[in-house]
């Protein structure tokens, strides 16, 4: 396994479903290609790459290494080389040779005087920041780029706005990072149907009797229908048709209940139909890290007791920016584990390192994201095989759910 940490950030579609991983190495140059392919088969990420491609920034010496390039199969990288590339020959020649073998080969753009030359038989995507797409390509950069037909990547997509601009201009892949930013321009009308599941996870996080959780369910309907139709599903496993609230709470089961629960809050199907969240993937992402991060420590207490607890916390940390509301009000209104509260509010504790670190993976501080693993005694085989693991799990849910 690798010596050096790496991080992954989802890449999300015009319409923000999960459609890429970008792939980045907390060294700012890309590692050792044998480390690199070391990681993607000792993490076990093939499956996840078959699901969605590997963004990854490569050294253009790696494309005459046929062994790093046979450890992916075609559809599972798209590997991204400088713009430099363009002025090394040899370079372009390994690119149009492996485009003929169905390989996927992306150019930073670094300069819109460098689109003409872009040789379209060894590209066929152009990752490019989204600044420089929006304020320095002109009328006739795009005409080129249609022209090419070349599949686009945004880097620095730091707003809703940028978001769904290059989307109209039709790119592939968009960088997710304004997803955990509060849009100002949306509405400030409060959610009921939110505020219903968290009164809900209350009463199940206190344990409360089954008459006053059924009393939230019967007072939302498509609550109810949710409910109902999880429990009747082939993934639970019920033998007989459950019709009732009472059957359906006993036989999810207090945990699973919760868990679900934490997961729905952030379902866009409870008021706005099915469509893709990002918010939700990635708080389930968070949530799932973290569960698989806390089984890597030494605690010394019940694994499956501090597990819950991270996963609880991981999925907690984005409701200010789903519900558009300060932590600390909402830590108000949820009786919450008192470490699950310490680390939301304060980055307190195991858990407020656990959650730091993939706070600071998701925002690039690298450094501060090694240092957090670090002092957990994380090594980078542990932390990108729980990576690996909870993307795959998160990006699953929008399928099954």
């Not at 949530?287 to 010394?300: H, I, K, P």
């Not at 996963?311 to 949820?334: A, Q």
């Amino acid at each position: 396994m690798p010596d050096s940490y790496s991080f992954f950030r989802p890449l999300l579609a015009a319409d923000k479903h999960w459609a890429a991983l970008d792939w980045c190495y907390a060294s700012p140059d890309p590692t050792d290609a044998s480390d690199l392919a070391r990681c993607f088969v000792d993490a076990g990420a093939a499956p996840l790459a078959r699901l969605m491609p590997l963004v990854m920034r490569i050294d253009p010496r790696w494309l005459s290494d046929s062994e790093f390039i046979e450890k992916f199969e075609a559809n599972q990288a798209i590997f991204v080389l400088p713009a430099a590339a363009l002025d090394d020959g040899q370079a372009i020649e390994l690119c149009a040779g492996l485009r003929r073998k169905g390989r996927h080969l992306a150019l930073q753009l670094d300069h819109a005087e460098r689109i003409k030359a872009i040789p379209r038989a060894a590209f066929d995507h152009l990752q490019v920041d989204a600044t420089l797409a929006r304020y320095e390509l002109s009328l006739l950069d795009w005409r080129d780029l249609e022209r090419n037909a070349l599949r686009k990547i945004a880097t620095g997509v730091g707003s809703l706005d940028a978001f769904e601009w290059l989307a109209a201009r039709h790119f592939d892949f968009s960088d997710s990072s304004f997803v955990t930013i509060i849009d100002p321009t949306s509405g400030g009308e409060p959610d009921l149907a939110r505020l219903k599941v968290l009164r809900l996870l209350s009463l199940v996080i206190q344990d409360a009797d089954t008459r006053e959780i059924e009393e939230v369910f019967r007072q939302e309907p498509r609550l109810s229908y949710n409910l109902l139709r999880l429990v009747n599903s082939v993934a639970v496993g019920a033998k007989t048709r459950i019709s009732s609230f009472n059957q359906a709470i006993a036989l999810l089961g207090r945990r699973q209940l919760q868990r679900w629960l934490q997961l729905l809050i952030y379902a866009d199907q409870l008021a706005h139909g099915n469509k893709p969240n990002p918010l939700l993937q990635l708080a389930a992402a968070r949530g799932r890290q973290m569960e698989l991060l806390a089984a890597t420590l030494d605690s010394g207490s019940d694994a499956r007791e501090i597990g819950d607890a991270a996963f609880m916390t991981g999925i907690f940390s984005l409701l200010d920016i789903l519900l558009k509301v300060p932590m600390r009000e909402i830590l108000s209104d949820l009786p919450l584990p008192s470490d699950v509260a310490a680390a939301l509010a304060l980055r307190q504790g195991t858990l407020g390192a656990l959650l730091a670190v993939v706070q600071a993976g998701e925002t690039r501080d690298f450094a501060q994201a090694k240092a957090l693993l670090s002092s957990l005694e994380i090594s980078p085989a542990g932390h990108a095989t729980a990576q690996i693991g909870a993307f795959y799990w998160a990006a699953r849910i929008s399928s099954e759910r």
